[in-house]
């Protein structure tokens, strides 16, 4: 079966593994800072904690910023659901911005318009999380206006575009955002197993993020708000979590992060072969504005709604695992019981039913890429 997504591992990151197996510490090692160090130089993140998923991640930045019960976040239906779920963890509401067709982004138009409406009734969000879907980043300067305009803080969830740029800026930096936050999930663009990462501009919230993720638990000595000498003493000021990544995993991390690059360009170079190869075919294949870089965690193609779920089925049976991404948020029972229903996001919905994901991995061969064009080629 040709997997839609997968890692890449080669012996140096089993070696890396190895060694700190061997070694004394598991968890709370230096792997930890160095990983953080190296994912900081890649995105030019000012601040970057290390943690032990991307879903995680989300949760920590929306605790960092402050939110929680009667405050509003606001997401893109198209996204995995972790996306809004952070909101529902702070049990703060949800609510969506329907997406451009042409990025799949969320749509700013659309966003500046229920902002002025939100404004009017009193409805403001505390919060944007904006998706790169697929790799694409959305359009971050307008965003980033915005959200000076009506007071919000920006969330960049980049779990699909470590390794994208914005124009010249690397997706991280924060440049244009609060918080950016990763996930180093085996289908992202480098793998820690389960993994995730938490990018800051300010110093002070990257302090918070990191006790929040360790239980909110502080060790040093000249923060203390009860002084203590002894040397065992440590204050619990907050209640955290225990988010953790190990060491082991940083070390796969930092290994994966030196392939980066390797990894980005050979995702690039087969989503150009995909768009050569496809193009006389009825797809809708996805575009780069020249601007912007996009690493392409995905490759999602679009078609007749009609025919989708039968070409999914097709290309099951020549042994490719082809997936939907996805399903809108608002369309999930959890998001239903809360109000949400068909027709909310129109958008959204008529893309979900229109879009195909193929397989996109540094290590699919371009025979096997072949074979998926072949595949459909006969299919369609
Ligand atoms: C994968 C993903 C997440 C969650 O990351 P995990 O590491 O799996 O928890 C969040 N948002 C998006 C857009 C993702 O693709």
Redesign the pocket.
Known sequence: MIPYGRQSVGQAEIDAVVEVLRGEKWTQGPKIGEFELALSAKTSAPFVAAVC????A?HLACLALDLGPGDRLWATPI??V??ANCARYCGAEVDFIDIDPQTRNLSVGKLAQKLQRAKAENRLPKILVA?HFAGLPCDMAAIWELSQEYGFSVIE?A??ALGSFYRDTAIGSCRYSHITTF???PV?TIATG???AVCCRSEELGQRIKMLASHGIERNAQNFTHHQQQPWYYEQQLLGFNYRLTDIQAALGVVQLQRLGEFVAKRRELVTRYNQLLTTLPLTLPVEPPQHLAAWHIYVVEMAPQIRDAVIARLHERKIASNVHYHPIHLQPHYRKLGFTEGDFPEAEAYARRALTLPLYPELSFAEQDQVVSALESVL
């Open positions: 998923n991307g879903t995680a989300l996204s995995f972790a996306s998706v969830d779990a699909h996930s180093f999930h992202k389960e993994g995730g």
